[in-house]
């Protein structure tokens, strides 16, 4: 394994991690391929294309005043230039209902597969499959509002 290509990848999920919380949409969208599926736990369909997840993702957001996605345990196998990883997520959820801060936090384990793309390793399936949840995750329902 080129340990270079295992760093690009561990940056491309911890750029998805710090755009998504920071809400940097055109950062996000660089760590997908632009024909990337993606099924999340919390959408009730898979995406398709960058586009497509971006802006799911960039909606169900909106009902939060915080997200903070730690990423960890990585676990890769690159060959050539297709890779697979395994990569757990403790993301933190802050809303506002009734004027009150309200938490949920959830464990994840992100499945991908990443392709090279030129110099840049993207996301080009991505399969979440959340493990456990701790607080209030009504208000990670896509119909909550803020």
């Known amino acids: 394994m080129d340990t270079s290509d295992y760093v ?5 999920e911890s750029s998805y991690a710090r755009a998504l919380d920071s809400r940097d949409w055109a950062r996000l969208g660089e760590c997908f391929d632009a024909d990337a599926t993606a099924e ?7 995406m398709n294309g960058r586009d497509e997840i971006v802006s799911a993702i960039r909606e169900g957001c909106r009902k939060f005043e915080v997200t903070q996605h730690i990423v ?6 690159i060959d050539g230039h297709t890779a697979v990883g395994s990569f757990y997520v403790i993301a ?3 809303a506002r209902r009734d004027g009150a801060e309200v938490h949920c936090l959830v464990g ?3 499945a991908d597969e990443l ?11 991505r399969k979440t499959n959340r493990l456990w949840t701790q607080g209030d995750e009504s208000i990670l329902s896509i119909g909550s509002s803020r």
């Open 115 to 125: 392709s090279l793309n030129g110099a840049s390793w993207r996301i080009v399936r």
């Open 72 to 77: 960890g345990s990585p676990s890769v196998r």
């Open 108 to 110: 994840v384990d992100y």
């Open 8 to 12: 690009s990848i561990i940056e491309v």
């Open 40 to 46: 999340y736990s919390a959408f009730a369909r898979p």
């Open 92 to 94: 933190q959820h802050v």
